[in-house]
């Protein structure tokens, strides 16, 4: 874990193309963004502090601060944490999909470097990238809480 933790503060890896540009937007048109992973806290930490990420999300999660380590569990400590109601989960993996589905939120599917196309297809919607969501998210704004 050390060693991951510094590379990412050597600047040895990367955030997915797009998600700078597209958390700016979503930051701008009052989206507020939380982070739910199975990322170790440690981790977590040393990207979002690199990245500068607390620009735009509210706050970061990591699947070690709840005892069960189900993301469904983890998610839903967001939703009662911050009142939320309605929402929609992006990821790459079944379950982040199962997450949202457990908690009543829209489950998006994103192919990201780990997607599985058996896993996206239980998803509400799939995009092919990231960069999509600046446009997609309008569209299900009513169901998620914005109406644009």
Same mark, same amino acid.
Request: proline residues 1%; contains cysteine.
């Given at each position: &874990?050390?060693?991951?933790?510094?590379?990412?503060?050597?600047?040895?890896?990367?955030?997915?193309?797009?998600?700078?540009? *597209?958390? @700016?937007?979503?930051?701008?048109?009052?989206?507020?963004?939380?982070?739910?992973?199975?990322?170790?806290?440690?981790?977590?930490?040393?990207? *979002?502090?690199?990245?500068? &990420?607390?620009?735009? *999300?509210?706050?970061?999660?990591?699947? =070690? =601060?709840?005892?069960?380590?189900?993301?469904?569990?983890?998610? =839903?400590?967001?939703? =009662?944490?911050?009142?939320?109601?309605? @929402?929609?989960? *992006?990821?790459?993996?079944?379950?982040?999909?199962?997450?949202?589905?457990?908690?009543?939120?829209?489950?998006?599917?994103?192919?990201?470097?780990?997607?599985?196309?058996?896993?996206?297809?239980?998803?509400?919607?799939?995009?092919?990238?990231?960069?999509?969501?600046?446009?997609?998210?309008?569209?299900?704004?009513?169901?998620?809480?914005?109406?644009?």
């Amino acid at each position: &874990m050390e060693r991951l933790v510094d590379n990412i503060r050597a600047g040895k890896g990367g955030l997915y193309p797009g998600v700078e540009d *597209v958390f @700016g937007f979503l930051k701008e048109n009052g989206y507020a963004i939380y982070i739910a992973s199975n990322g170790l806290i440690e981790y977590l930490k040393a990207i *979002v502090e690199y990245y500068q &990420m607390d620009r735009w *999300v509210t706050e970061t999660f990591s699947i =070690q =601060q709840i005892g069960t380590l189900n993301k469904g569990d983890l998610v =839903q400590s967001i939703l =009662q944490k911050y009142g939320i109601t309605n @929402g929609a989960v *992006v990821g790459d993996r079944l379950s982040d999909i199962s997450a949202a589905k457990d908690n009543g939120l829209i489950s998006v599917g994103c192919h990201f470097d780990f997607a599985r196309e058996e896993e996206l297809a239980e998803a509400d919607y799939v995009i092919k990238n990231f960069e999509e969501l600046k446009e997609f998210l309008p569209t299900i704004g009513d169901r998620i809480g914005l109406a644009k």
